[in-house]
């Protein structure tokens, strides 16, 4: 069974730097696209950015360029995204997914960005 | 302001069949993929068409996609009340380099 728990999110203040963690089990992590996606409170889905089987592309969706890092660990079968800069927009749940588009979805993590 | 174009709201009665509708263009819809999402409240999206009108193992053949040129549907048969959601299509867009989605769509079962 596809299993993605993510991980890392909390309160921070504007401007502050987040690590968000995704676990990943059930399937070969190595072999698939991996993607974050977000949802602020009351809001529609966001892509965030995805990152390619061996770490060699990754894509962020305009908001979050230079700001935001995707990452990925194949030996631990975990997903990351080192967030800095933080904006209050940024407030969101956190989804780690599996796909592109995504197939599978972890629970999610808030990250509330507020002074 | 989304990338793809959807209702904000459908509704129908239980039993009845109803549409939602996703508008692209040539660049996401017109060339790739159409993914279906269902959200319930409170919860994460979970996936209910891929590849235009392909249903995961445990998707009720109930729920069926659709997709025409940039414009894609997904319809819902034999409205249940437990099918009240939010609904968003996605699809890879070439020229972003990105995932877009739709705005979502609020189904009420009335």
């Known amino acids: 069974e596809v299993q993605l728990v993510e991980s890392g999110g909390g309160l921070v203040q504007p401007g502050g730097s987040l690590r968000l963690s995704c676990a990943a089990s059930g399937f070969t992590f190595s072999s698939y696209w991996m993607s974050w996606v977000r949802q602020a409170p009351g809001k529609g889905l966001e892509w965030v950015a995805n990152?390619?089987?061996?770490?060699?592309?990754?894509y962020y969706v305009d908001s979050v360029k230079g700001r935001f890092t995707i990452s990925r660990d194949n030996a631990k079968n975990s997903l990351y995204l080192q967030m800095n800069s933080l904006r209050a927009e940024d407030t969101a749940v956190y989804y780690c997914?599996?796909?592109?588009?995504?197939?599978?979805w972890g629970q999610g993590t808030l990250v509330t960005v507020s002074s | 302001q989304s990338v793809l174009t959807q209702p904000p709201s459908a509704s129908g009665t239980p039993g009845q069949r109803v549409t939602i509708s996703c508008s692209g263009s040539s660049s996401n819809i017109g060339s790739n993929y159409v993914y279906w999402y269902q959200q319930l409240p409170g919860t994460a999206p979970k996936l209910l068409i891929y590849?235009?009108?392909q249903r995961p193992s445990g998707v009720p053949d109930r729920f069926s996609g659709s997709k025409s040129g940039t414009s894609a549907s997904l319809a819902i048969s034999g409205l249940r009340s437990e099918d009240e959601a939010d609904y968003y299509c996605?699809?890879?867009?070439?020229?972003?380099?990105?995932?877009?989605f739709g705005g979502g769509t609020k189904l009420t079962v009335l």
């Open positions: 990152i390619k089987q061996d770490g060699s592309e990754k």
């Open positions: 997914a599996r796909d592109i588009p995504p197939r599978y």
């Open positions: 996605a699809a890879w867009d070439d020229s972003l380099s990105a995932v877009v």
């Open positions: 590849r235009n009108n």
